[in-house]
């Protein structure tokens, strides 16, 4: 099974900027198979479901953002570390929520939460007015 952990979410202020980590286990992920997955950032605000903020295939061929984000957020990975990262600029109180790192096998960029086989446990971001 694969393992994700994600760190960087903290309280903010409004205009802040913060990076999201998300690494993969090495025990169940290795570089190889990880080099071969998609992974994607999601957000859940509370008393909605998981949106999907940003996501990235294996080489980096393709990248997809939500319009809520898109040119001010920046999606990237390292396979030799195992981790994908989320810069986020310009934080908006709408943008406070949980936010989660997925991963597929699948080598394509998936939209929706269901499409994802693995999941982190995910770490709060809480944008101040």
């Known amino acids: 099974q694969v393992q994700l952990v994600e760190s960087g979410g903290r309280l903010v202020q409004a205009g802040d900027s913060l990076r999201l980590s998300c690494v993969a286990s090495?025990?169940?992920?290795?570089?190889?198979?990880?080099?071969?997955?998609?992974m994607g950032w999601f957000c859940q605000a509370p008393g909605k479901g998981r949106v999907l903020v940003a996501s990235?295939?294996?080489?980096?061929?393709?990248?997809w953002y939500a319009s809520s984000v898109k040119g001010r957020s920046t999606i990237s990975r390292d396979n030799a570390k195992n981790t994908v990262y989320l810069k986020m600029n310009s934080l908006k109180p709408e943008d406070t929520a949980v936010y989660y790192c997925?991963?597929?096998?699948?080598?394509?960029?998936?939209?929706?939460?269901?499409?994802?086989?693995?999941w982190g446990q995910g770490t709060q971001v809480t944008v101040s007015s």
């Open positions: 990235i295939t294996r080489s980096v061929s393709e990248i």
């Open positions: 090495e025990r169940t992920f290795s570089t190889l198979t990880f080099s071969y997955d998609v």
């Open positions: 997925a991963a597929d096998p699948q080598n394509r960029i998936l939209l929706h939460d269901y499409d994802y086989d693995y």
